[in-house]
């Protein structure tokens, strides 16, 4: 019983969230034509409504309940261009159906009124209020249709005095409901907005924190946050991944000589050909300054100078041209494996000193850590 309850729900309304939303809509506006079906029987039984013109209407409504609902539960209405929704002909439908209620209804039918009122109120949650307006105004003329012509040929039962009256009364209704279906309409629009605004600075505010303005890669903190999911997460064959540590060889002259404007499109340029030549499911990360950090995982150190010369033969094959004819960024690089999360310093500190050993060897390479 429990599992049948769970899966009870997505069966009727489906997984789909979007789909979900207009699915169970549907299935409570038939709830609703179910309950007005039961209340119109009952006027048949008390003898206010005949019974033949009170079974079509049922089968008006409650025909186009399901219909509406089967179209929504399998997913047909998504071929449509646009209002996927179906709210235009949903509202549409209950519109005629409670005009053809005031028509056969008789002594009661100034309470179908309200349920009209009801119909528009529920059109400004799918509707725009241009459209929410349209849907008023031909529920009014639809009303007013009926009570003019059943005043005119039924004047025993309709009296013309009583349409005149709820004529006027549906009018200013109708018309109230309009304008603040409208409004909520605008309201609903505005915090629809406002919530897309707010979505796009929370991703903006995350990027800040998590990405380098300059290089669009990867900050130092977001990058260890990954290290420690990547070990964590990983099995226990060895080597877990492989670190580098890279920094641009005589960077500070660049900045000297040509500005730190030049500098900015040295370290931009280096980030766009090294990501290039690293593997999918590799991480490149700003270290600080001119220093950057290579993440392997699944690497062993051999793999991982390997990528380093591919990213130096890159780099000597494009030349700074714009700052200085011949210019060649180089960098010089220490490569660590890492063989769990509490070696993660540790070989982030043998990279840096190997890192350092290529300095000292003359730059332009990369070492491994001993």
């Known amino acids: 019983m429990r599992a049948l309850a769970t899966a009870l729900p997505a069966l009727l309304v489906g997984r789909d969230p979007r789909q979900h939303l207009r699915t169970s809509q549907a299935m409570l506006v038939l709830a609703v034509y179910a309950v007005f079906a039961v209340v119109q029987h009952l006027e048949v039984l008390m003898g206010l409504i005949d019974e033949r013109a009170s079974w079509l209407l049922t089968a008006w409504n409650v025909g186009g309940g399901i ?7 399998s997913g047909l209405n998504r071929r449509l261009p646009k209002d996927r929704s179906l709210a235009i002909p949903q509202t ?12 056969i209804t008789g002594p009661a039918r100034g309470a179908v009124i309200l349920i009209m009122m009801l119909v528009i109120m529920f059109g400004m949650f799918s509707l725009t209020p241009a459209k929410v307006r349209t849907m008023a105004a031909i529920a009014f003329a639809l009303l007013a249709g009926v009570m003019i012509y059943k005043g005119a040929t039924d004047p025993a039962h309709y009296d013309p005095r009583v349409e005149g009256m709820h004529l006027v009364f549906s009018g200013i209704v109708i018309a ?26 929370l991703e903006r505010i995350q990027a800040l924190a998590t990405r380098d303005e300059l290089t669009g890669l990867m900050n130092r903190r977001a990058v260890l946050e990954r290290l420690h999911l990547e ?10 991944l492989c670190v580098a540590l ?19 499109r040295v370290l931009r340029r280096f980030a766009e050909l090294a990501r290039e030549e690293v593997r999918n499911g590799d991480v490149l990360a700003r270290w600080g300054g001119e220093e950057f950090l290579l993440m392997m995982p699944g690497a ?4 991982g ?14 030349p700074l041209d714009e700052l200085e004819p011949g210019l060649v960024v180089t960098f010089s690089a220490g490569v660590a494996e890492c063989l769990s999360e ?11 000193q190997a890192m350092y050993r290529a300095k000292e060897g003359g730059r332009d390479r990369a070492l491994c850590a001993g």
């Open 67 to 73: 219909g509406f609902y089967v179209l929504l539960r």
């Open 92 to 103: 549409l439908w209950a519109i005629v159906g409670i005009a053809w209620s005031y028509g």
């Open 176 to 201: 109230a409901c309009s304008v603040l279906s409208v409004r909520i309409g605008r309201l609903r629009a505005r915090l629809e907005l406002q919530r897309s605004e707010l979505s796009s600075a």
């Open 231 to 240: 070990l964590c997460e990983r099995n226990r064959e060895l080597p877990r």
């Open 246 to 264: 890279i920094d641009l060889d005589h960077f500070k002259r660049v900045n000297d000589r040509h500005g730190h404007a030049a500098g900015d």
């Open 300 to 303: 062993d150190a051999a793999q």
């Open 305 to 318: 100078l390997r990528a380093l010369e591919r990213m130096r033969e890159r780099l000597h094959a494009s």
């Open 342 to 352: 509490t070696d993660l310093e540790p070989a982030i500190e043998r990279a840096d």
